[in-house]
């Protein structure tokens, strides 16, 4: 039974790292290869070093993907290897089947700008769901999992500081304008980025002070699956005791618990906190 859920989970998790890579390939090929910018990717450092190097981008970014993957998968884990090993190999296959599919990296907007502005947006979608997977798609991608363990910064910040150096490669071939272009898609590629990843796991703490406490206490337990814990709070105006119940949710159990608030008891105080990272203390 377990091996059959195992194999299920495995294809499952084999799809979206699939489609994952096929969205940021697409990004690549049909966005940032047209606008000869170098946007925050390894990608966008072969699009310069193809300037230079007699070898077609797919060729490229499988070299310097295989460098970095190396790194990655003894600096940030197994699982974590494992993964970026398959959407490394899978990244320039995709640029392959591009490259025969739609030769010429004719752009699709006929503008620069709207070129690296679709690629900032549709790169950033495929970059979340792998990050959140625990993957990546490799090369700079790499660095910033790197920067984000043991520098503890955001991903979309590691992003955007590794990727200002190939942003501003890009001054070796290309205009000022291509230039500009491609410092500031990676900057904003960094805070997109981010925006995906946290909204995507971002949790709400709210703390409740009710005259209805059992019955939220058996609501939040009994209807959301969650926990909760209870504090004794005074009033500094008129020293009265409350109980202030406090409960940590996501957004779909923050919606039904406003929705049983409202209807329960529309004059409870509520504050909510956003909450991004959670740690649980291991039991000794």
């Not at 690629?119 to 979340?128: C, E, M, P, R, T």
């Not at 070796?172 to 946290?198: A, E, Q």
């Not at 005074?234 to 996501?250: F, L, P, R, S, W």
């Not at 779909?252 to 529309?266: F, I």
Request: proline share 2%.
């Amino acid at each position: 039974m377990n091996r059959k859920l195992n194999t299920k989970d495995l294809i499952k998790e084999t799809v979206i790292l699939t489609v994952a890579v096929a969205i940021i390939a697409a990004a690549v090929y049909f966005f940032l290869v047209p606008s000869h910018a170098s946007v925050s990717s390894i990608s966008g450092l072969g699009i310069v070093l193809s300037n230079f190097v007699p070898l077609p981008l797919s060729a490229i970014t499988m070299i310097l993907n295989v460098v970095l993957l190396i790194i990655g998968f003894f600096t940030c884990g197994k699982e974590f290897g494992v993964k970026t090993v398959y959407t490394s190999i899978l990244l320039p296959v995709f640029l392959g089947v591009f490259e025969k599919a739609f030769p010429g990296g004719i752009s699709l907007t006929d503008s620069q700008e709207l070129d690296v502005l679709c690629y900032i947006l549709v790169v950033s979608v495929g970059l979340s769901i792998l990050f959140n997977r625990n993957a990546s798609s490799g090369g700079l991608d790499i660095v910033a999992k790197i920067m984000n363990k043991y520098l503890h910064m955001e991903l979309g910040k590691a992003m955007s500081l590794s990727g200002m150096c190939v942003a501003l490669s890009a001054a070796l071939v290309y205009d000022k304008k291509t230039v500009v272009l491609s410092v500031l898609g990676t900057y904003f590629n960094g805070i997109i980025l981010d925006h995906f990843i946290f909204d995507h796991n971002i949790k709400r703490r709210v703390c409740i002070i009710t005259k209805k406490e059992e019955e939220l206490r058996k609501f939040i337990i009994n209807d959301l699956h969650s926990g909760a814990t209870v504090y004794e709070a005074i009033g500094a105006y008129n020293g009265q005791k409350h109980n202030e119940i406090i409960t940590i949710v996501d957004k779909s159990e923050y919606q039904k618990l406003m929705n049983y608030m409202n209807h329960e008891d529309p004059k409870a105080f509520i504050t909510v906190y956003n909450v991004s990272d959670i740690h649980y203390q291991p039991k000794r």
